[in-house]
DNA sequence: GCTTTTTTTATTGTCTGACTAATGCCCAGG
DNA sequence: CCTGGGCATTAGTCAGACAATAAAAAAAGC
């Protein structure tokens, strides 16, 4: 069993400055009826990680504004009844993705969106954690429709028969199972992967395999929310032809026209 | 002063696994004489963030290699004569830009290069500090030539009276300057950073930032090591001016030509 | 002999409380 | 008005302990 944690200290005047996070659900799970909490996924894990992404969550949401100053280490730390070396851990890792900015003295401050590392994997899944704006999801797909074009372009003239046999596979189960299910998702992201593999260019491949995960995040909410969406499964299927007869020019148009049906349908989703 | 930390254990046998950190150069500044060592430039910083870099550098240049596992926290802390903490700390950093993940008892371990964030900035700026494979560099242009004239296409439609502006008077520092000077290299990433701002689109705007930030150093390198590159300036004039009249066809075209006159030069410096 | 369960053990994870160092701010002196 | 030196505040580093986890090894069951 854990040592009990020395408790919130008698001087609750000290400042009058509150801590706002948002969700007020303990960090760890040391409550007894510990079951599942209807919609949101209990962040499972180490401490310092579910801290960061509590904190990343209300950074993004606007929480905490860009500028402001956190509560400094003691203070959060007691408050979150977590000890400083956690806490401090949680923060390096916002600050190592560009998020806040610590300095003796003065404190940790979040830093300026436009520094943010936005397309950092874990940074887009806290995103999509609460409802992104419209902004930015257009930002998004705007994004995808410049860079997925042109990677099916380029793995169209670099596949190798590998390749397509994998794309091939994961479409199959596609076709089986849809988006609905678990393993559909999961072989939508393998199409996806085989095809930015394809490519040959891993700096195109760490952007878009971000942006794929982001986006699956939006796919399982829709399979969740909106069964009405259009049937992905043939739109892939042109996608993979094209590049299966190494028709660079096709895929470049068909994976446009994917990416366009899916941003329809995303959002629909989110602002009906 | 600081306190004297305790010195490496008698028991230098325990494991035969050397630290195999690179530079041998000691993280803290206090060695007496700690004149520039030529070329390297000595990090300056927080000890977790002098690590991290020195690690980071280390797993992209193959020192680690994917797969490996790092000697465990207290063996490597006291190698390095630092506190369990701050190397805490550091792994925290390369944790959250996808290069290592820890587990109790399997301990920490390189993940696959695949995963690795490789657009973020600090990891880029990490890639350039020794000399990247010419395999990346190719990847990198290729992304930006996906990229950039995109940006600009929609810079030159979206653009305000006062972003204009803003080229207008970076362009100006950079052709008094030229690249040789730093404040003429910080006008350049002025003039991109208008044109970015100008696309409306935080998520290309983060991708780009990080790229133009990550290229900006090999234009320093450049500098130094080989005077005979071209005159990007009317280079810039032209995508400049074509952003200024809402020509997204040509703002596209000039940016297009742009890139790939970088990327000869760029080629021509590290792999003459 | 094989599988399943329990125990061991190595390693990261967390906690505590102290000290160090950087740096913004105020105030005295020019 | 500016300037430089203390002072106070905060992150940074340190040390050593114990807890939790998961892999590996041992024991139990079939």
Redesign the interface.
Known sequence: MRKPISNTPPDERSTGNRLKISSSRPLRGDSQHNAATHGHTMYQGRL?GAL?HRLGVDILRGTFKSGEILPNEIESSSKLAISR?AY??AI??L????MVESRPKTGTRVTE??R???????VLGWMFETEPSQ??IK??F??RL??EP?AAE?AAIRRSDEQVEQMRAALEIMKRDTLQTETGRRADLEFHHALIQATS???????S??IEAAVSWTTRYKARHNALTRDPVPDHERVFEAIERRDAGGARWCMESLIRMAHEDTQKTFHP
């Open positions: 310092h960061a070396s401090r851990e390096r890792i600050a190592a993705k560009g969106r436009e943010w590392n936005l397309l950092d994997p874990e902004d930015f930002a998004l705007e994004l410049i860079t042109a380029l260019n891993e700096a195109l491949a760490s952007l395999s971000s």
